[in-house]
């Protein structure tokens, strides 16, 4: 079994800035990458930013700037620092971790956790 629990999120006013965190614990071969979705209501959830296990990153452009991932490979924990928070950055924000569990290439979800951002 494969579990992403996150952490973090909360209630800042707008210009404030937030952090939540991803750890994935359980049995499988390798984490090809990690990131962060987010999806505010009535809205579909995107990519907000992800890091593959080379380093590699990618962000969405409404948060290039501001937010910043990162990952600690040893730990299988993924990190964003949000930064200048904007009320349309309220969301919930859901971990996803790529991964192989024996041949087999999977995502998976964490169970979401809350960012809210007040003018």
């Known amino acids: 079994q494969v579990q992403l629990v996150e952490s973090g999120g909360g209630l800042v006013q707008a210009g404030g800035s937030l952090s939540v965190s991803c750890a994935v614990s359980?049995?499988?071969?390798?984490?090809?990458?990690m990131g962060w979705y987010r999806q505010a209501p009535g809205k579909q959830r995107e990519l907000v930013a992800r890091i593959t296990s080379s380093g590699s990153t990618e962000y969405a452009d409404s948060v290039k700037g501001r937010f910043t991932i990162s990952r600690d490979n040893a730990k299988n924990t993924v990190s964003l620092q949000m930064n200048s928070l904007k009320p349309d950055d309220t969301a919930v924000y859901y971990c996803n971790a790529q991964l192989y569990v024996g041949f087999r290439r999977d995502d998976y979800w964490g169970q979401g956790t809350q960012v809210t951002v007040s003018s």
């Open positions: 359980g049995s499988f071969f390798s984490i090809v990458a």
